[in-house]
């Protein structure tokens, strides 16, 4: 089965690619041009990858992130699956940066994003082979000293200003996917 991912919940535009096990994954800054560049980066990405424009399923990263981001991301999803026939898995971004982290033995990942206002939206998750193995803390605003303290407790690694992994999003789908779905805001 192949396996398209978009996440547009921060300033990055990260896709993934799966097929018979075969990943790829690629992460463009664009800050704020999301809209104006996805269809064109997507296609792109499906050229320097040399597969076909088509997939049999599509993850998409439901935020939390930025109300356009996370919107233009969704509706491109969803467009292109009704496009090609074949449905939508949501899964949270907050997730989707936790499982860039892609090792063997079991580690602590505190993800979070700035919130603004002294605050963040943070997830902390037990992480193995880039699949979250236990939910610690669910995704959530908080202070970011309460939350930095609470990754502190859990002797988590702490990603911040990262972006979620295109080929995390696909690892994840299977188990944390969720066929009806929505949008999460910053």
């Not at 990055?12 to 041009?33: D, H, M, P, S």
């Not at 050229?47 to 969704?74: D, L, N, W």
């Not at 502190?152 to 996917?177: C, D, F, K």
Request: proline share 3%.
């Amino acid at each position: 089965m192949s396996v398209l991912a978009i996440d547009t919940a921060t300033s990055f535009l990260c896709l993934g690619f799966e097929q018979g096990g075969n990943f790829f994954e690629k992460a463009i800054a664009l800050e704020r041009a999301h809209a104006e560049r996805i269809s064109l980066e997507v296609e792109l990405f499906f050229e320097e990858i040399q597969q076909p424009f088509k997939a049999e399923k599509i993850v998409v990263g439901i935020g939390p992130g930025s109300y356009t981001g996370v919107r233009v991301g969704a509706s491109y999803a969803l467009g292109l699956a009704r496009a090609w026939g074949v449905p939508t898995v949501g899964v949270g971004s907050l997730e989707g940066i936790a499982a860039s982290v892609n090792i063997p033995e079991a580690q602590n990942i505190a993800a979070c994003m700035d919130a603004r206002k002294g605050f963040v939206y943070g997830g902390i998750y037990q992480v193995a082979g880039g699949v979250i193995v236990r939910n610690l803390l669910d995704g959530t605003k908080l202070e970011r000293s309460i939350f930095e303290q609470k990754a502190l407790e859990q002797g988590a690694v702490l990603l911040e200003q990262a972006y979620p992994s295109g080929a995390g999003l696909i690892r994840l789908a299977e188990a944390l996917g969720k066929r009806e779905w929505e949008v999460a805001y910053l």
